[in-house]
Nanobody, 125 residues
Framework: QVQLVESGGGLVQPGGSLRLSCAAS????????MGWYRQAPGKQRELVAG???????NYADSVKGRFTISRDNAKNTVYLQMNSLKPEDTAVYYC???????????????????WGQGTLVTVSS
């Protein structure tokens, strides 16, 4: 069974830091882009940060300069270092991976979108 498992969420005071991790497990041939999304109560899910297999990154304007995304391809893991956290960063954070699950999928360019179960980040004093 292929799955993404997130960890690292929790309660932190404004100005604090948290590091989220997301590990892919199961039968996966290769992972392309990985990313972090978040969804606050009453709002749509939004992209926070993304990273290609080669390490190119992009960020939402609201987190630039505060969050850093990185990955370890050997471990099929992506990280999100969050610094200078603000109350408006409070949300459920979801990991995403665009993956080829087998050689046939890779050969045909057919990606599967994998999602984690979400981890809650609460920024509050």
């Amino acid at each position: 069974q292929v799955q993404l498992v997130e960890s690292g969420g929790g309660l932190v005071q404004p100005g604090g830091s948290l590091r989220l991790s997301c590990a892919a497990s199961g039968s996966i041939f290769s992972i392309n882009a990985m990313g972090w999304y978040r969804q606050a109560p009453g709002k749509q899910r939004e992209l926070v940060a993304g990273i290609t297999r080669g390490g190119n990154t992009n960020y939402a304007d609201s987190v630039k300069g505060r969050f850093t995304i990185s990955r370890d391809n050997a471990k099929n893991t992506v990280y999100l270092q969050m610094n200078s956290l603000k109350p408006e960063d409070t949300a459920v954070y979801y990991c995403n991976a665009a993956a080829y699950l087998d050689y046939s999928s890779w050969h045909n360019g057919r990606e599967d979108q994998l999602w984690g179960q979400g981890t809650l980040v609460t920024v509050s004093s």
